[in-house]
């Protein structure tokens, strides 16, 4: 993974933007991840692990209501949480990613391994519904491997003039 998060670094430091996460069910794996490689105080803002629903709602300002109607784990929460995030740390990119990594906590309707993820680039915002499968570790890592070949991939795919900092 740490090609990936290679270069997605020099992404963000060509475009001068910077990256801040909040984390559910990978409990802080995808800030560690990227706080792996050197340099990333240039890139890399910070992140919050918003595992309870209270700091979800205390310091993301998710709704209660969508914790109630939708749930935690679900593309409501994770756009609230990714623009809660952009408030909060004012930064140009960021990802919010919430899930159910087992071995308990599934249902039919969310089974292990339902994870949603939201991103923000720069004002445009987007949001993923993945189902992985594995060990616990396995499905927290398969969610930010995911999560940052998603980023790389649409900063691939975004034509930067129309993006103002």
Known sequence: MQDIVFRLAEILKSKGYWLSVAESCTG???AHTVTNVSGSSLWFKGGIVAYANEIKERLLGVDRE???QYGAVSQQCVLAMVQGLIKLFK???GVAISGIAGPGGGS???PVGTVYQAFWLNGQIWSKKCLFAGERLEIKEQSVEFCLKELLTKFRNTKFNSLKR
């Open 91 to 93: 930064t140009e990119v």
């Open 66 to 68: 969508i914790l109630i």
């Open 108 to 110: 039919e309707e969310k």
């Open 28 to 30: 802080g794996l995808l």
